[in-house]
């Protein structure tokens, strides 16, 4: 019986193993077919790992939220190849000109208004008007982001409220609930994170997570004219 057992948890282990693939561009047209078919994939970003799958399908955001453990109410972000394809999905018009390029591709999630003409489908983050935006300066998933033509959804590979995941090793629990696991190495961001910065008000910002590039989003934002929004101005 013993034996048994062992074997068991053996062709498990080996099973787990074929799942992770390097995170090559030679895998992404993989991972895109895996993401049209409604699953989920775990990726590297130039920040942490994270839980990726198609923003337009609702099964597979349901999917996130159970793989995590995470409470419907706390919203996904999302993840486009270029900073040109941001405007499809949220408003830019108020941007001063070359923001958004100074500050993405890079460690920075940007919530802006999704706006009337967004791309994004109604049931991503439902009830809300805002949306935070990533281009992670990481050349796999942005060619994945590329070859789905839409959204990825995307939130970093943990259960909620644990810590963040720099290696697949970190969320080996995980593995099971992914069509594939993308091995990009250990990340060197210290697990802090995106930096998270409320763009939606013109000519303001407001910091939501410091994360791991705040002084340098700061500086940029800064230099383009926008001031911090006050404590009194956000209520």
């Known amino acids: 019986?013993?034996?048994?057992l062992e074997k068991c948890d053996h062709d498990v282990d080996n099973k787990l193993k074929k799942m992770v693939r390097p995170a090559t561009e030679l895998y992404a047209e993989e991972a895109?077919?895996?993401l049209k078919a409604g699953k989920v994939v775990a990726v590297p970003t130039d920040t942490l790992y994270g839980f990726a799958c198609d923003a337009c399908s609702s099964e597979a955001i349901n999917l996130i939220y159970e793989i995590k453990g995470r409470k419907h109410t706390s919203p996904l972000a999302i993840c486009v190849g270029d900073v040109s394809a941001i405007k499809h999905f949220a408003t830019t018009d108020h941007l001063p000109h070359g923001l958004l390029d100074s500050l993405l591709p890079g460690p920075v999630t940007v919530v802006l208004s999704r706006g009337e003409s967004s791309a994004?489908?109604?049931?991503l983050n439902p009830g809300l008007d805002s949306v935070g935006v990533r281009v992670p300066d990481c050349d796999f998933i942005r060619v994945i982001a590329r070859g789905l033509g839409r959204a990825i959804a995307l939130t970093s590979a943990n259960l909620s409220g644990k810590p963040s995941s720099v290696s697949i090793k970190d969320f080996e629990n995980l593995w099971q609930h992914c069509a594939h696991v993308y091995d990009g190495g250990v990340l060197p961001s210290g697990r802090a994170g995106s930096t998270v910065v409320d763009l939606s008000n013109p000519g303001k910002y407001k910091i939501?997570?410091?994360g791991s590039a705040k002084d340098e989003t700061v500086a940029i934002l800064e230099k383009h004219s926008l001031v911090e929004e006050s404590r009194d101005e956000a209520l």
Not at 1 to 4: E, I, L, N, P, R
Request: charged share 20%.
């Open 1 to 4: 019986m013993a034996w048994s």
């Open 32 to 34: 895109v077919q895996a």
């Open 120 to 123: 994004l489908d109604k049931s």
């Open 208 to 210: 939501l997570r410091p």
